[in-house]
T-cell receptor, first 114, second 112 residues
Framework: DGGITQSPKYLFRKEGQNVTLSCEQNLNHDAMYWYRQDPGQGLRLIYY???????QKGDIAEGYSVSREKKESFPLTVTSAQKNPTAFYLC?????????????FGEGSRLTVL | GQNIDQPTEMTATEGAIVQINCTYQ??????LFWYQQHAGEAPTFLSY????GLEEKGRFSSFLSRSKGYSYLLLKELQMKDSASYLC?????????????FGTGTQLKVEL
């Protein structure tokens, strides 16, 4: 079945370490997104990519980096520069030509900094 | 920029009807979405409005007034499984990457 796979589901990291969250989709979607969610908060956009080898900063890109070398993959690296990285991270995708713009979400990755 | 407001919490009784409101101010508008999110899970799509009026889908309906910057989600015949957070999201202008800006969500608790 087609879908979006995020890994790992749970991740613990020590302060000062970089960590990379994986996001893979087999929906043949052009656009991919990374959101961050904190307790009691809505989703905030970190980075997005509309096409391979191109990506744009969202509202809270500082301390994060991404790459889009393949259509199927959009990994997110949480760097040591991110001051408060503990959060729930959601990856999503969208067919470029889809009219309704419904985002398809992965199951999420919960990152905890010890 | 975009600003989205919705109530933080609501409580309703099983079998009843509840209306969750959402107001927004945007620099451009290209659609409003409602998502349901259970604790620790990914959001799931409920509804989409781009024109004024009511969209009905089973027990759920969503209304939009673009001139008022207002939407509501109506849930009928509430069930215990409807206890979740409901997120209102707005899509900005066309060509802006189809980005969605989300509200903070309304935590709905359904009681017996």
């Amino acid at each position: 079945d087609g879908g979006i796979t995020q890994s790992p589901k749970y991740l613990f990291r020590k302060e000062g370490q970089n960590v990379t969250l994986s996001c893979e989709q087999n929906l043949n979607h052009d656009a991919m997104y990374w959101y961050r969610q904190d307790p009691g908060q809505g989703l905030r956009l970190i980075y997005y990519s509309q096409i391979v080898n191109d990506f744009q900063k969202g509202d809270i890109a500082e301390g994060y980096s991404v790459s889009r070398e393949k259509k199927e993959s959009f990994p997110l690296t949480v760097t040591s520069a991110q001051k408060n990285p503990t959060a729930f991270y959601l990856c999503a995708s969208l067919p470029r030509t889809e009219n309704t713009g419904e985002l398809f979400f992965g199951e999420g990755s919960r990152l905890t900094v010890l | 920029g975009q600003n989205i407001d919705q109530p933080t919490e609501m409580t309703a009784t099983e079998g009843a009807i509840v209306q969750i409101n959402c107001t927004y101010q945007t620099s451009g508008f290209n659609g409003l979405f409602w998502y349901q999110q259970h604790a620790g899970e990914a959001p799931t799509f409920l509804s989409y409005n781009v024109l004024d009026g009511l969209e009905e889908k089973g027990r759920f309906s969503s209304f939009l007034s673009r001139s008022k910057g207002y939407s509501y989600l109506l849930l009928k015949e509430l069930q215990m499984k409807d206890s979740a957070s409901y997120l209102c999201a707005v899509r900005g202008r066309t060509g802006g990457g189809n980005k969605l800006t989300f509200g903070t969500g309304t935590q709905l608790k359904v009681e017996l």
